[in-house]
């Protein structure tokens, strides 16, 4: 089993990216989701309180909570996969992808997908889900707090670097590549 983890600061293309995996029928676990579900399970808005609840989670079960809660629905996901893939959407602390290196080993490659900011306000702006698309400043908030969990760190480490400044189908095809395991580490 391959473990393709991705990081990217909002509108980079990780979506898409995942979008790409989804195509060629690997599985694509969004680390979001595991904040989303414990919103629910507390009784609160996920669109309201993402980032309130992964700061609590963190805080009450240590800085790789997210990453420990993420690791069985991974192994579930590659358990149920046609192939031999699975695609990890949404690293965002260091010890997030110390964690998964430590569980995967060498069949985990962290991909970093960047874009300049304004490209990415544009491409949030365009797709209308969230208040960054209307407020640059509310976008630089958000790219503060995803920096503060060692985001840009965790982009530093990764094992290729994708930047996503061209078309779409250049980008896809790139994606589709490193799915495939067309890519070397490194590329």
């Given at each position: 089993m391959r473990v393709i983890g991705t990081v990217g600061l909002p509108g980079s293309g990780k979506g898409?990216?995942?979008?790409?995996?989804?195509?060629?029928n690997v599985p694509v676990v969004?680390?979001?989701?595991?904040?989303?579900?414990?919103?629910?399970?507390?009784?609160l808005d996920p669109a309201q309180h993402h980032g309130e609840v992964a700061r609590v989670l963190r805080e009450e079960h240590g800085p790789a909570a997210i990453a420990e809660r993420s690791i069985p629905v991974i192994e579930a996901a590659a358990d149920g996969a046609d192939g031999d893939?699975?695609?990890?959407d949404g690293l965002r602390a260091p010890v997030e992808l110390e964690r998964f290196r430590?569980?995967?080993?060498?069949?985990?490659?962290?991909?970093?997908?960047?874009?300049?900011?304004?490209?990415?306000?544009?491409?949030?702006?365009?797709?209308?889900?969230?208040?960054?698309?209307?407020?640059?400043?509310?976008?630089?908030?958000?790219?503060?707090?995803e920096l503060?969990?060692?985001?840009?760190?965790v982009i530093d480490a990764a094992d290729v670097t994708v930047e996503n400044t061209g078309t779409l189908a250049a980008f896809r095809e790139r994606i589709r590549g490193i799915v495939a395991g067309a890519t070397e580490v490194g590329e």
């Open positions: 898409e990216a995942a979008a790409v995996a989804e195509d060629a969004t680390m979001g989701d595991v904040v989303r579900a414990e919103c629910r399970d507390r009784g893939a699975v695609l990890v430590e569980r995967f080993g060498d069949a985990f490659t962290l991909v970093a997908v960047t874009a300049p900011f304004d490209l990415r306000a544009e491409r949030l702006g365009a797709r209308g889900r969230d208040d960054s698309d209307v407020d640059v400043e509310a976008l630089r908030d958000r790219e503060e707090r503060g969990f060692g985001m840009g760190e």
